[in-house]
């Protein structure tokens, strides 16, 4: 998914996402969505398999 639509999705979500970076963009859609808030903050043994960014999280 690229930053434009990540911002796409943030702003549906209400989430004022202009001057956010991909992680912290990614983090902020992660806790409105009722998720722990870690994408890419160095968690290995990630429990949230049912996150959307679990794939690319892991794998990064």
Not at 4 to 26: S, W, Y
Not at 34 to 56: E, R
């Amino acid at each position: 998914m690229t930053v434009k639509e990540i911002k796409k999705m943030a702003k549906e979500m209400g989430i004022n996402g202009a001057k956010m970076v991909k992680a912290d963009l990614i983090r902020a859609i992660q806790g409105k969505e009722g998720n722990t808030p870690c994408y890419a903050t160095g968690v290995v043994a990630c429990d949230q398999a049912g996150c959307c960014w679990f794939g690319d999280c892991q794998k990064g």
